[in-house]
């Protein structure tokens, strides 16, 4: 099927354009708040064991509340949901300039952890409601207008973060976080509660069009059609994740890409402190905070992101069956790897960042394809769990790689770290690809053609 453009997308689709909309808002002030997280745990402690220890806060609150966040995606109503959250860390970014004038890198990081919880909430909510609040022609286009606009607030965040850090210091960046939370809770609003569910035709229409005997027909279940709690909500939070995780377990390709997602952020996770590192102390003057510096590093991976994302359209183009599917997902993960070691030579800024936006572009290509293709395949009932389990296990990953980045600093050179993370990153691709030749491996056709097929 042909995809329609972002113009009759945003045009023709209010409920998504105010979604939209709102994240526009508060990724650009996430993305302001972050370079100011960083930069203040830096001159409040001059430690990179501190510098760890908010990155491993942002993260490993995903492992904890994930799963409870994805039942409540599939059992709660996802606009009050979507509404709380953003309110809820309008508040929290308030308090990070209080961490400020007390001079309290630990607060700097509760904040942070706290912060992380209430946004996997929101972004179980939201990740479930884009599939139902769009057509099968709109679906490409709204993931990668959606997950391409998230990386260019990364990047011009960023940048702008970064800048403002140096010139108005960081009590402004996070105020401007707290009123783009605000913001994004306006633009939600408006946006019908049933249109973030799947009805119950089109539910019953699922089950249909379900390969028969396939684990996907097996598994879809119709449990509720409104915004209200059906009844088999009562049966518990950990039986709906039991559930969840049986749905993952016998399906191959969700599974696959999860394990896929899990292997890259055994490298993935060690960017962050990295970036840190080497745009804050290798680069830095002396004297100069380093806060350009490090945010150069993010804004060009976000840059390559955000221009692979927007090669997702094309590349759905090109694969036209589950063999390329299958060998183009493999291939993107291991180039990118390769890309990012080579990174990690480079002697100066500029090179390292331009080899950062290269290895970012292909992975951004591969992560609007695949990311496409999940939301095709999941059905509605399981995809807040499954989204949310799938970041939690990868964000889990992602912190204890952070953790033993932060302590092999003290031994190796945070380039032949960078070198490690990008080859680490690669692995995944590799056996990806092995798996595909020799153990009979496939990406679902039906995955393919609802996604990219005519």
Known sequence: MNSVGYRELLKGNRNFRSLWAGQVISELGTWFSFIAELGSVRMLSGSPLMTTALLVARLLPYLLVAPIAGVFADRLSRKQIMITADLMRAVIAVAYVF????????????????????????????????????????????NV???????????????????????????????????????????????????????????????????????????????????????????????????????????????????????????????????????????????????WYVAALFTAGGAGVFLGMLLTRRVGGWVTDEHRAGRFIGWALLVHGVLFSVAGLMPTLALMAFWVAASRLVLGAEFGFQETMMMRVLPDDYRGRVFTTDRSLELATMA???????????????????????????????????????????????????????
């Open 400 to 454: 204890i790689s952070t953790i033993i980045a932060g302590w092999l600093l003290t031994w190796f050179s945070a380039r032949s770290l960078m070198i490690a993370s990008g080859l680490l990153a690669a692995s995944p691709g590799v056996v990806w690809l092995l798996a595909l030749w020799f153990a009979r491996f496939a990406v679902p056709a039906r995955a393919v053609s609802e996604s990219y097929g005519d």
């Open 99 to 142: 961490a400020g004038l007390i001079g309290s890198a630990w607060l700097v990081i509760a904040c942070s952890a706290l912060m992380a919880s209430l946004t996997m909430f929101f972004e179980a909510a939201k990740n479930a409601s884009i599939p139902n609040m769009v057509t099968p022609r709109e679906l490409l286009t709204a």
């Open 145 to 291: 207008l959606m997950f391409s606009t998230r990386f260019l607030q990364y990047t011009l965040g960023s940048a702008l973060g970064g800048l403002t850090a140096a010139q108005f210091g960081y009590n402004t960046a996070f105020v401007v976080n707290a009123l783009s939370f605000v913001g994004s809770a306006l633009f939600i609003l408006p946006i019908a509660a049933t249109a973030t569910r799947q009805s119950r035709a089109a539910k019953a229409e699922g089950i249909h069009l379900a390969e028969p005997m396939s684990v996907e027909a097996a598994m879809i279940t119709p449990i509720t059609g409104s915004e209200q709690p059906s009844a088999t909500a009562k049966v518990g939070v950990f039986a709906d994740l039991r559930e969840g995780l049986r749905y993952i377990w016998k399906t191959p390709f969700v599974r696959a890409v999860i394990l896929v997602n899990i292997g890259w952020a055994t490298g993935g996770g060690m960017t962050t402190i990295l970036f840190d590192q080497i745009g804050g102390h290798l680069f830095a003057g002396s004297g100069d905070r380093g806060d």
